[in-house]
C-alpha cells in the first residue's frame, strides 16, 4: 500500500491575502487580521481595546465599509461600531456579548488549471491513504474527488473526512482513504490547550484506518503554525508546543499497544529545528522512536531534499514520520515534484504547468510504500 502527504493550498478558493505576491505588505495585513481577531473576543473592551480596534480597521481597509479589499467584518446582530457621516469610526460595543459577528478573508478562485494539476498530482501519486493538508472543507474534498480526479482515475477515494479545526482562515486537514481502507475511528484534539492556550491552529486527528491485510494502521494528520506571520519567537514556540502535544500523543498511543502509527503533514519547520526537537528527538529521558521517511535507503528526492518551492535543504517542511513497526516495512519512499512549478528546470513539470499561478501547490507530495 502507499501513504502520502500532499499540501494542496486549498483545491478551489484560496485567501487573497494568501496568494499576494508582495509577501512583506501582506504578512503584517496578516499579522494585524490576527491581532484583531483576538481582541474582538475580548469579554469587556477597554478604551485601549476600542483605540486598537479602529487602527487595525482602518489598516485592513474596513475604514469606509465593512467590506475591504481582502477582510470582510460580518455584523449579524447587534453592533461593533458605526460610521458617522463626518467621518472615521466608532465603536459601540463594550465587549463581545454586544454584538455577533467576526472577521472574514476574503476568497479568490485557484485557476481551473491549477486544480486539475492537482487532480493529477493525486492521481500519479496513487495514494492508498492520503493526508490533505489545506483544504477548505469535507465538501470540497468530496467534490474534488467525484469531479475532478474520476473523469482521470479508474479508482477514486471511497473514504473522505475533514474535521473543522481552529484556523479562522478555513484551511483544515483531511485524509482521503480507497474503498478498502475504511475509516474505523477518529479521535480529534482541536480543543486540546496548555496554559498558553489552544495547541493546534487546526487539529490533529487521529484516523484509525482498516487495511485489507488486516492490520489497523493509526494515522496523525498535521499542520503546524506557519512562519508567515506573527513574530518569529511566537510562532517557534506554537510549533514547539505542537510538536511536544504530537509527541505525547504517540507515546500515549504506543504504550497502549498500538504498533503501526504514521505522523504526516506540513510540520512548517526543518528537520534539525528547535521548535520539532520535542517530536522527532523527544525531550530528555522520554525520547520518540519515530522515523523520518526522508532516512530511509529507498528515498528517493531527485537530489532536491527540500519539499517546499525551490526543493533547497532549508525547505524541507513535510513530512511521514513512522513508528519502527511501519519504518520496517517501508519498500520505496520519495517525493513527488511534477505539480511545482520550477523556473529553473530542476525536477520535470508537467507539459502545461507553464506558470506558477497554475501549480498544483508550491509543496511537493511526500511518499512511502508499506508492505503491511
Not at 496554559?195 to 492490520?215: K, Q
Not at 504530537?246 to 506540513?266: C, M, N, S, T
Not at 527540500?306 to 519504518?327: E, H, M, Q, W
Amino acid at each position: 500500500m502507499r501513504i502520502a502527504s500532499f499540501n494542496v493550498e486549498n483545491l478551489f478558493d484560496r485567501a487573497k491575502l494568501l496568494a499576494a505576491d508582495d509577501w512583506a505588505t501582506y504578512r503584517a495585513l496578516l499579522d494585524t487580521y490576527a491581532k484583531l481577531t483576538r481582541t474582538l473576543q475580548h469579554p469587556a473592551y477597554s478604551a485601549t481595546d476600542k483605540t486598537n480596534i479602529v487602527k487595525w480597521l482602518v489598516a485592513l481597509g474596513l475604514e469606509a465599509s465593512d467590506s475591504g479589499t481582502y477582510v470582510v467584518l460580518r455584523q449579524n446582530r447587534g453592533r461593533l461600531l458605526t460610521r458617522p457621516r463626518t467621518g472615521g469610526i466608532t465603536i459601540v460595543a463594550d465587549g463581545r456579548t454586544d454584538w455577533v459577528g467576526w472577521l472574514e478573508l476574503k476568497t479568490e478562485a485557484v485557476t481551473e488549471l491549477a486544480v486539475r494539476h492537482t487532480a493529477q498530482v493525486v492521481h500519479d501519486l496513487g495514494a492508498d491513504v492520503l493526508g490533505v493538508v489545506e483544504a477548505e472543507s469535507r465538501i470540497a474534498l468530496q467534490r474534488f474527488n467525484v469531479d475532478l480526479l474520476r473523469p482521470i482515475s479508474d479508482r477514486i477515494y471511497g473514504h473522505i473526512m475533514l474535521i473543522d479545526g481552529n484556523d479562522d482562515r478555513g484551511i483544515d486537514v483531511g485524509v482521503m482513504t480507497r474503498g478498502d481502507h475504511p475509516i474505523e475511528r477518529i479521535v480529534s484534539h482541536v480543543d486540546d490547550a496548555d496554559l498558553a492556550g489552544p495547541i493546534f491552529g487546526r487539529d490533529c486527528p487521529e484516523y484509525t484506518v482498516a487495511l485489507p491485510s488486516g492490520v489497523r494502521l493509526l494515522v496523525l494528520v498535521n499542520h503546524f503554525k506557519s512562519k508567515g506571520y506573527g513574530s518569529a519567537g511566537d510562532s517557534n514556540r506554537r510549533r514547539e508546543r505542537q510538536a511536544g502535544r504530537v509527541a505525547e500523543i504517540y507515546r500515549a498511543r504506543r504504550a497502549e499497544g498500538v504498533d503501526h502509527i504514521v505522523i504526516l503533514g506540513d510540520l512548517n519547520d526543518t528537520p534539525d529545528s528547535a521548535p520539532l526537537k520535542p517530536l522527532l528527538v523527544g525531550p530528555s529521558g522520554q525520547p520518540t522512536d519515530l522515523k523520518d521517511i526522508a532516512t530511509h535507503p529507498s528515498f528517493d528526492d531527485g537530489g532536491w531534499p527540500g519539499t517546499y518551492t525551490t526543493g533547497r535543504a532549508g525547505n524541507k517542511i513535510d513530512y511521514v514520520l513512522c513508528s519502527p513497526a511501519v519504518f520496517a516495512k517501508v519498500t520505496a519512499s520519495g517525493i513527488f515534484r511534477k505539480g511545482v512549478w520550477t523556473a529553473s528546470g530542476r525536477w520535470e513539470m508537467y507539459p502545461t504547468l507553464t506558470r506558477e499561478q497554475d501549480a498544483a501547490s508550491d509543496h511537493a507530495a511526500i511518499w512511502a510504500d508499506l508492505d503491511l
